[in-house]
């Protein structure tokens, strides 16, 4: 059974601070897959991995994909308190005729200021 | 707005009753998914629907059933409600059904159910 883990579960930061969220997955898959949720709100896709090494970034996040040691992290760059949310990181099953995706329990990010 | 059209927005209902949630994928997306939101089990899939056939299961209970219409619109439908059935639903919709490159899922705004 696929199963996805991030740690650290919640993270509270002071603004202009710099964190790492970890992603660890339990099978091949080379498609990672990483969303956003604020309180109460749908979740809005922030970055797709699709293979290894791959590395995007947007504003103050950077997520990158080493699919030999099946892990991907979401770096934070001077964290500011809009970057406040959930933030998931899911897989899908390499060759799965389905794409359903398959999420972790989530890390809250809490940026104080 | 993502596209993803979801109704209702919040439900609150009794144990024993049977509710319908329903879902209007993004325009161009063929395949639908269901994922309930709680806090203690977090975000889990439910199930799959890729042009009308059901392509996926996931940990879903026998007393939910959901389908995909021609329209490309799915319900899902929950019976013999519980307490603990009480959580956030989201349907989700893409292009494709699993083939090569990415599969990206945009949600829908969520359906909160609360069970009395």
């Known amino acids: 059974e696929l199963k996805v883990e991030q740690n650290p579960l919640f993270l509270?930061?002071?603004e202009g601070k710099n964190y790492t969220i970890y992603c660890n997955y339990s099978t091949t898959s080379d498609r990672l897959y990483w969303y956003r949720q604020d309180p109460g709100k749908s979740l809005e896709s922030l970055f797709v991995l699709l293979?290894?090494?791959?590395?995007?970034?947007?504003?103050?996040?950077?997520?990158?994909?080493?699919?030999?040691?099946r892990l991907s992290?979401?770096?934070?760059?001077?964290a500011?308190?809009?970057?406040?949310?959930?933030?998931?990181?899911?897989?899908?099953?390499?060759?799965?005729?389905?794409?359903?995706?398959?999420?972790?329990?989530?890390t809250t990010l809490q940026v104080k200021p | 707005d993502s596209g993803v059209t979801q109704t209702p927005k919040h439900l609150i209902t009794a144990t024993g009753q049977r509710v319908t949630l329903r879902c209007?994928?993004?325009?161009?997306?063929?395949?639908?998914?269901?994922?309930?939101?709680?806090?203690?089990?977090?975000?889990?899939f439910l199930i799959q629907y890729y042009n009308g056939e059901e392509r996926a299961k996931g940990n879903i209970l026998e007393r939910f059933s959901a389908q995909q219409f021609p329209d490309l619109h799915?319900?899902?439908?929950?019976?013999?409600?519980?307490?603990?059935?009480?959580?956030?639903?989201?349907?989700?919709?893409?292009?494709?059904?699993?083939?090569?490159?990415?599969?990206?899922?945009?949600?829908?705004?969520?359906?909160r159910l609360t069970v009395l």
């Open chain 1, 12 to 14: 509270s930061m002071q």
């Open chain 1, 51 to 69: 293979s290894n090494g791959a590395v995007k970034q947007e504003g103050r996040l950077m997520a990158s994909l080493d699919t030999k040691a």
């Open chain 1, 73 to 78: 992290t979401l770096h934070i760059t001077a």
């Open chain 1, 80 to 106: 500011v308190h809009d970057l406040s949310a959930t933030y998931f990181c899911a897989v899908d099953r390499l060759y799965s005729n389905t794409g359903k995706l398959i999420f972790g329990q989530g």
């Open chain 2, 24 to 44: 209007s994928p993004r325009s161009g997306d063929l395949s639908v998914y269901w994922y309930q939101q709680s806090l203690d089990q977090g975000l889990q």
């Open chain 2, 74 to 111: 799915s319900e899902l439908n929950l019976s013999s409600l519980e307490l603990g059935d009480s959580a956030l639903y989201f349907c989700a919709s893409s292009v494709a059904g699993g083939t090569s490159g990415a599969n990206v899922l945009t949600f829908g705004a969520g359906s």
